[in-house]
Structures are given as structure tokens and as C-alpha cells.
């Protein structure tokens, strides 16, 4: 026979799988609200995104999952149930990174990385390069991810919301729900500054303007002239 504590977790799972998105959303603040009162293990854990934002998110992160709290970052992202399932956390520490299994606990991979750095990164092949090595550089300008109780072991380590792994062009334009448009796009921005998506001149050029034209909107002759946009900019 079923636990009856394992019998009612799985009810309760059941049930939120009812709510929608938005609703899910609010559950989750309210219920965040009332845990904060009476949970003093919660902690401010930020989960990265491709362009350098965040989202914070107070749980508890000897007791929260990864796979857990991906669903939580997933609503407040608006990411369907379909698209979804295209992202997930990955970890993130100087030249490596680690694609996190769900079963793991949240508080596990700042505390046993380097285990993780050692069993994982030491398998590549003699001479080759450290796994995630470009991501690391990609994201090397990110801020530190401080807990509320500001351990220093914990800031060395960042959680990074983006692709699974390499997902086909062909099942990226099938989602048309703006969260997973907007994280995808992101990542091809962060993926063609760092060299990971090779292009001649011409198509630099063009991504350049598409970029140009999404951060300042379009062209104005009264405000656009030459030499008022900065080289970051582009």
C-alpha cells in the first residue's frame, strides 16, 4: 500500500497540474509568502537566463529539487507545457558546466561541485578543452548568485536556465509562445557574440541590425545620425 505521505504529495501534484500557468504563478507567491514565516532555511537562490538577467526565486534548497524548481522557473518564464520541456537548469562554474540531473537537490551542486567538476571534467579527452568551456566564457561577466545568508562557497556557482542541448532549428520554430521565442532568441544573441555560430559578414551584419532595431526601435533621422550609437550597441 501507497504511503499515506506519499499518497498525498501525489495528490497535491495532481492538482497543481490543473492550474494554469498564471494561476500556478499566484499559488506559488502565496505559498512562498506564507513558508518565508515559518521556514528560516529559505534562501534567495537566482536562476540566470542567456542575456544576463535572473530570476530569484525563496525556497529551500535542502529540501527542493532541481527538476522542482525548474517547474517553478518555467511558469514564471510563461513557458507552455510543450516548450518547456526544450530548457532546463544547467550549473555553471568557471570553465565547466553541467547539464543537472532533477532528482538532484538544489543545495547539492553548491556544495559538492567540485566533486562533480572532478568526476566529469577529468574524462575528456588528453589536450581537449574544458566541457562548457565557451558558455563559461559567454557568461563570465555574470554577477555572482549571493544566498540570503551570503555563504561564500555558494556565490562561485551559478544556475543557468537555457536548452537542454543542441535542439534542431526545426523544433525551435515550432514554438510560437513569446517565453520560449524570447529565451531562444537570447541564446542565439549570446551564441553568435561568442563565436558559437560561425557567419559570413553579410549575415553578421544583418543579425546586427535586427538586434539594432529590437534595443532602440526604428530608424529616426532626428535622433539616429551617425556616430550616436556606441559599438556595444551592435
Known amino acids: 500500500m501507497e504511503p499515506k505521505g506519499k499518497q498525498r504529495r501525489r495528490v497535491h501534484d495532481e492538482a497543481l497540474k490543473t492550474l494554469s500557468a498564471e494561476d500556478l504563478s499566484k499559488f506559488v507567491s ?3 509568502k506564507a513558508d518565508i514565516e ?3 532555511n529559505l534562501q534567495a537562490i537566482r536562476v540566470y537566463l542567456m542575456d544576463g538577467s535572473y530570476k530569484a526565486f525563496k525556497i529551500d534548497p535542502a529540501e527542493v529539487t532541481v527538476e522542482e524548481l525548474w517547474e517553478v522557473a518555467s511558469n514564471k518564464l510563461m513557458l507552455t507545457p510543450s516548450s518547456c520541456q526544450s530548457f532546463f537548469i544547467w550549473g555553471l562554474r568557471d570553465n565547466f558546466e553541467l547539464l543537472l540531473y532533477p532528482h538532484q537537490r538544489v543545495d547539492s551542486i553548491f556544495k559538492d561541485w567540485e566533486l562533480f567538476e572532478q568526476r566529469y571534467n577529468n574524462a575528456r579527452p ?3 578543452k574544458n566541457i562548457g568551456s565557451t558558455l563559461a566564457r559567454s557568461m563570465s561577466s555574470l ?3 549571493p544566498s540570503i ?3 561564500p562557497a555558494e556565490t562561485e556557482t551559478k544556475l543557468v536556465f537555457r536548452k537542454t542541448a543542441i535542439v534542431p532549428l526545426s523544433e525551435e520554430m515550432r514554438y510560437q509562445d513569446s517565453g520560449a521565442v524570447h529565451l531562444f532568441y537570447i541564446e542565439a544573441v549570446r551564441n553568435v557574440l561568442a563565436s558559437n555560430y560561425p557567419c559570413e559578414v553579410e549575415t553578421a551584419i544583418q543579425l546586427g541590425g535586427i538586434q539594432l532595431q529590437l534595443t532602440v526601435g526604428d530608424k529616426n533621422n532626428d535622433i539616429h545620425k551617425p556616430g550616436s550609437f556606441s559599438l556595444h550597441c551592435v
Open 30 to 32: 502565496e505559498r512562498s
Open 126 to 128: 588528453s589536450g581537449g
Open 38 to 40: 515559518r521556514n528560516p
Open 143 to 145: 554577477a555572482r548568485t
Open 149 to 151: 545568508r551570503e555563504e
